[in-house]
């Protein structure tokens, strides 16, 4: 029963909501816009993927466009065959069957033609590969434990130096207050500068410098999660027992979100990333402020009470 | 005897049914009584499933937790998945295979009838077992119907019940396997040479291959995790020395070609309703039997492209992404060979038809991102979010479940002897074809803007598009009351007969059955016309 009422409950606010969804078509150019702007964080109505802020993740970008683009013309071309078809070949306009049934020359046609549809998408896919797998030449390197339902990051090598900052990442108190079952708290009222931040926030982020080559050394110490920020290109499982690497530079200073990719149990939708990138000079000040004052970033913040166990 | 009584009915039906309950239903070793309760039992299943999909897209309503706890959540997304796969699609495409196989082949039965019987029943025990599971304490699996260790040995002693069960499906996965394989190569009517064969039969042919081959790795792998769970082995814990990837490589290495097991017979089936509606032969009929044959081994070797993001060696992951891509190609020639076989057709619409082209459709749009998917560096941006689940969706639920409905009422007059109200079956079509989409085309967009998957709430810029996928979802639940209801009616309400032909363009043996098919076929093994089989110009 009270399920019932909830159900009633949610439909209401749902109403509100759906007002919102009416209003969707100039939100859907605004998205449209949006996501081929070199925007890095979801905005509402976003169609595409974002180009992100490193060479890398415009490379990906750029080859996903290509692939969604033969794609749709492939679609085109067999839909519209089929649409023929389905208009000109009716019985019901006295269409009489034809009684053929192979052509060796079509079929050799189009087994070959994606063949090589084929290897034009795959060539320029080998070639990003073997440079995301390429973290040679890293200037920095930062190791990320994943554990549940939080991040640790280690600052282990900038330039040759050992910065020996170590600290743990995880979900504000707002939008944790907020995402409790029944907490009565607006989701929309989660923001920072404007921009809705629920469960996109972390108490602290992950500083980084930009145009800095920073190699991320990823595991994790209870189940498996996955370090996923959207605007660096790529995702990474954080595994037990295994370290696997990655790398990013990233371009333009900011605030990249993003989230654990991997089920790892109750609290997988609340272990989100953020990484604050700061122009090298500033990244310094920050990383010295951070030495001299170990018990300040020693200062892990546990992930504050969550659900009650179930039972 | 149980037959004596029968004898007195009227001439047409010799049907020799056992009488009571228990002896029709339970004793049973008919294929085509084993054949709708495989279909009976999967359609139950959806329903069951279903629910659980409503619950799911009741909380991604909107954003903020409003109806049930994470722990919930994700008890739901497991166990939707495990009953969808292993309970409704992959058993209705037994019952298809169990009513038609013989039917096709002109066989009086399956080979192998008591294992039949005990395939079937044991199957309400294991999903009994694993729905039990929800109200133990501890509750049920929450770790994905994937069984990622280490998180899936983290909950109670639910995940013993889940292997369990697991392995009671696959003991009766393989047993059917078994018998579709003895019935095909053995039980052919003279002359019914294998490429002869309906493409329907072909396809679970080499489905039925492809169970045996995979789903012992499945039970291999679910028994090294209850060994890892109880008995002190470290196959998948890192700690003791063991690798929690080598449970993925061993998952997938069943997992993919699980994923072609759902998809090949209603590659079959729709090789059989759109000749029959566009009344002219299936285009290419011997590069359509290669080309299962092909996509089937491709599906071996194939498998860590579910894993691009867990740090495989670069050649590992440029070799899995150019055999992915393979896929492609022969999986092209059938959606070319369904569009030619329509080309100069004389096309009619009826549902069967509707829903074959809308799974031609529907399913290469899931062909597309699947495409997608296999460039590995986009794949490390896709990977585990909402534009998996929007690709999976449209090759699962406008792949392999509008391929079992288009089947449903192709042959649902044969079955029955009733003809199916065409209107309702085309507003059931109509409305599923259009929420199904609402559904899930939205989930691209929020993969492609970064939500993951299986988290049971989200940052509000993905509310809108959420709130539309629900509505979509809701719709195309209710709209599935509606085939209920259609079957319903066809079966215990329809004063509309089936002729024996059924349709105007149907070719094949089962056509030359009376309808409702009596229920024994084929005693006597039936002359073959060449000119009767199949849809393809089977002489070349």
Known sequence: MIHVFKVMAMMSVGISRMRRVLRAPAQIVLGLLASTAASANPVPWQLNMAKGVTETSRDVYDIHMVVLWICVAIGIVVFGAMFVAMFRFRKSKGAVPATWSHSTKLEVVWTVIPILILIASAWPATTLLIKMADTSGSEMTIKVTGYQWKWRYEYVDYFGEQPNINFISSLESQSNRTRQLGSGMDPHSVNVDGYPTYLLDVDKPLVLPVGVKVRFVVTADDVIHSWWVPALGWKQDAIPGIINSAWARIDEPGVYRGQCAELCGRGHGFMPIVIKALPKAEFEQWMAAQTSAPAAAATATTLAPTTAPKG | ?540
């Open chain 2, 1 to 540: 005897m149980a037959h004596a009584a029968v004898h007195d009915e009227h001439h047409d039906t010799h049907d020799h049914k056992p009488q009571g309950f228990l002896n029709r239903w339970l004793f049973t070793t008919n294929h085509k009584d084993i054949g709708t309760l495989y279909l009976v039992f999967a359609l139950i299943m959806f329903f069951t499933g279903g629910s659980m999909a409503m619950i799911i897209r009741a909380e991604l309503f909107e954003p903020g937790m409003q109806l049930v706890q994470p722990e919930f959540f994700n008890q739901m997304t497991t166990i939707h998945a495990l009953i969808m796969i292993f309970g409704a699609v992959m058993p209705a495409f037994v019952g298809l295979g169990n009513w038609m196989i013989p039917l096709q082949i002109g066989a009086p039965d399956m080979a192998l009838p008591r294992m039949n019987n005990w395939s079937f029943w044991i199957l309400p025990f294991a999903f009994v077992l694993l729905l039990s599971t929800l109200f133990m304490t501890g509750a049920g699996p929450q770790g994905g119907w994937t069984l990622y260790p280490p998180l899936s040995l983290q909950g109670g002693n639910s995940i013993a019940f889940v292997i369990f069960a697991i392995h009671m499906m696959g003991i009766s996965s393989i047993m059917g396997a078994i018998n579709i394989i003895a019935t095909i190569l053995n039980m052919r009517a003279p002359g019914m040479d294998l490429l002869k064969m309906p493409v329907f039969s072909w396809s679970w042919l080499i489905t039925a291959f492809l169970l045996i081959a995979v789903m012992p790795v499945l039970a291999g792998a679910v028994t090294m995790l209850l060994t890892d769970k109880y008995f002190g082995t470290s196959f998948f814990d890192a700690a003791g020395g063991g690798d929690p990837v080598m449970f993925q490589h061993i998952f997938w290495f069943f997992g993919h070609p699980e994923v072609y097991i759902m998809i090949l017979p209603a590659f079959g089936i729709v090789s059989e309703i759109i000749p029959t509606f566009s009344r002219k032969p299936l285009f290419g009929y011997t590069a359509m039997v290669y080309a299962l044959a092909c996509i089937a081994f491709l599906s071996f070797i194939v498998w860590a492209h579910h894993m691009f993001a867990v740090g495989m060696p670069l050649g590992g992951e440029l070799y899995f992404m150019y055999a992915t891509m393979l896929i492609a190609i022969p999986t092209g020639v059938k959606v070319f060979n369904w569009v030619t076989t329509m080309w100069e057709g004389s096309l009619t619409f009826e549902t069967p038809m509707l829903f074959a082209i809308a799974f031609v459709i529907l399913f290469t749009i899931g062909g597309f991102s699947g495409l997608m998917l296999a460039i590995v560096p986009a794949d490390f941006q896709y990977h585990d979010t909402y534009f998996v689940v929007a690709h999976f969706h449209y090759v699962l639920v406008t792949g392999a479940i509008f391929g079992i409905m288009a089947a449903v009422y192709y042959w649902l007059p044969k079955w029955s002897g009733n003809m199916y109200s065409e209107r309702w079956g085309k507003i059931h079509f109509w409305m599923s074809v259009i929420s199904v989409n609402v559904l899930f085309f939205p989930q691209h967009f929020l993969g492609l803007a970064g939500m993951p998957r299986r988290i049971p709430d989200y940052n509000v810029a993905f509310a809108d598009f959420n709130m539309i996928s629900s509505i979509g979802g809701f719709w195309f639940g209710a709209s599935q009351l509606l085939f209920v209801g259609v079957i319903v009616h066809a079966v215990y309400f329809s004063k509309n007969r089936a002729t024996t032909q059924v349709w105007e363009g149907a070719k094949g043996l089962e056509w030359t059955v009376p309808s409702p098919a009596p229920h024994h076929t084929f005693t006597v093994p039936p002359v073959i016309d060449d000119s009767m089989l199949a849809h393809g110009d089977v002489t070349h």
